[in-house]
């Protein structure tokens, strides 16, 4: 059995997980609209990994005879009048997510709950990673986004990217 407090933050971690997919397809579509494909199959592969993040929160969950409450997901909300703006969302939610994935954290550690620690130790690194990718694509914007053919070249590297499944089983 697992801490009751640790259980309700991994069964919101599992919607949160499916409304970072659902925020990175939306930005996705709004590459798509701009005519922009390798920043949207970058987001679309982005909204994939998201969904695997959820999928191995409700593994978890069930590896320890939990219950998974799966909730309402919420609407995508942000408005992008850029082809920065869902660059820096992107980047600010990935901070939110590495928090919350530090709170889930630290409730276990409270409890001696090592397993989920161990657990959740890919999550942490995975955002570590995710971050950087995040900060990366901001910083290789302001370089060269605001030139077409850097733009155009920028946009070939990022459709170059390919889905490969989460390094983690359970
Ligand atoms: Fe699943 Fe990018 O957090």
Known sequence: MLDK???????TQVNKEFYSAYLYLDIANYYTEQGL????NWYNIQAQEERDHALLFI???QN??????LDAIAKPDKAFDTNMAPLQVGYEHEQYVTGLIHA???QAYS?????????????VKEQGEEETNAKNLITKM???GSDAKG?????NELGARVYSAPSLVL
Do not use: P, S
């Open 151 to 155: 733009l155009y070249m920028l946009d």
């Open 37 to 40: 494909d390798g920043f949207a």
């Open 142 to 144: 302001e370089l060269f």
């Open 104 to 106: 889930i954290y630290d």
């Open 5 to 11: 407090k640790v259980v309700e933050l991994l069964n």
């Open 64 to 69: 320890n005879d939990e219950k998974v409450t």
């Open 59 to 61: 593994k978890y969950l």
């Open 111 to 123: 409890v001696k709950d090592f397993r989920t620690m161990q657990f959740l130790d890919w999550f």
